[in-house]
């Protein structure tokens, strides 16, 4: 490692850990022998704009992407719902979105597909400390990628798969994933993980909420971010994390609006 970093997370200490600048070496493209062989029966969590992109690109509601393509694997240790992608569970387990040349949804492939072979962990909130990422190098057997010649930093490779503009718009996630209201294992209730998997992945089912109940009668929001987030996901899946903050830790990030003063008087 080039720079001194924390180290990984006890689980992962067997990886090898990589600072921003180390290199490593990968190439992935059809010639490989190998071609494809990763986009089978893996194990890929998907990020809420991951949903997002795959939903909008194959023209369909959140919700209905949910239910058709992914999972939600319940275990103890989750101390918050986590989304995978499904895999088909004929014709070997592939992914329902390989094809003969590749991913047939490249561009909107999501987030893990895009860092492999790199890897990324982040240590656990602590209250007033931004968490910063550590990295990791997969070195999976059935990968050749590691035998090609380019060389790569952790940077240049994230900014080649265009990671850190899709982890813009979702940085507000890691601020609710990582919210020191976790700090000592607190765990939300069942009807808080409804609104964290509402939020976070089912946007369509958050934009009905917004705009077809009470919502907009009950909050006072600026204006303009009402007409943003009326016609811009992306303004939406933002909006979705600061209510959260409200809705899950009582954060003041929303203003309830004022009642009037008839309000008291109806039943
Ligand atoms: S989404 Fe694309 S890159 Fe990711 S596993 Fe499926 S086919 Fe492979
Ligand atoms: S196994 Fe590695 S080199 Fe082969 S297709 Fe997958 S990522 Fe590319």
């Not at 600072?19 to 029966?41: E, K, S, T």
């Not at 909008?56 to 986590?82: A, C, E, G, S, W």
């Not at 035998?147 to 850190?164: A, F, I, K, L, Y």
């Not at 899709?166 to 976790?182: M, N, Q, S, Y």
Request: hydrophobic share 40%; aromatic share 12%.
């Amino acid at each position: 490692m080039s720079t001194t970093a924390p180290e990984l997370p006890e689980s992962l200490r067997e990886r090898k850990q990589l600072g921003h600048d180390d290199a490593f070496r990968f190439g992935c493209h059809p010639r490989v022998a190998c071609f494809n062989q990763c986009c089978a029966d893996v194990n890929i969590l998907l990020t809420p704009f991951d949903v997002l992109r795959l939903a909008r690109r194959l023209r369909m509601h959140t919700r209905d992407f949910l239910q058709r393509y992914t999972l939600m694997p319940i275990t103890k240790d989750l101390h918050l719902p986590v989304v995978m992608l499904r895999m088909n569970d004929e014709d070997g387990k592939k992914c329902h979105f390989v094809g003969a040349q590749g991913c047939t949804l490249y561009d909107d492939r999501p987030w893990a597909c895009r860092m492999y072979p790199v890897g990324m962990a982040l240590p656990p909130a602590k209250a007033g400390v931004e968490p910063e990422p550590l990295y990791f190098l997969f070195e999976d057997a059935f990968c050749h990628g590691r035998e090609e010649p380019t060389e790569w930093s952790v940077d240049r490779w994230r900014h080649d798969q265009g990671v850190p503009e899709r982890e813009a718009i979702e940085a507000g996630f890691r601020d609710v994933v990582g919210h020191p209201w976790f700090i000592g294992g607190r765990q939300l209730d069942p009807k808080r993980m409804e609104l964290f998997h509402t939020a976070c992945y089912d946007l369509d089912a958050f934009r009905e909420f917004v705009f077809e109940s009470s919502f907009l009668t009950r909050f006072e929001i600026e204006p303009a971010v009402v007409e943003a987030i009326k016609t811009s996901d992306e303004a939406l899946l933002a909006f979705a994390f600061r209510w959260l903050r409200f809705a899950l830790f009582a954060e003041p990030t929303l203003t309830v609006r004022a009642r009037g003063p008839e309000s008291g008087r109806n039943p």
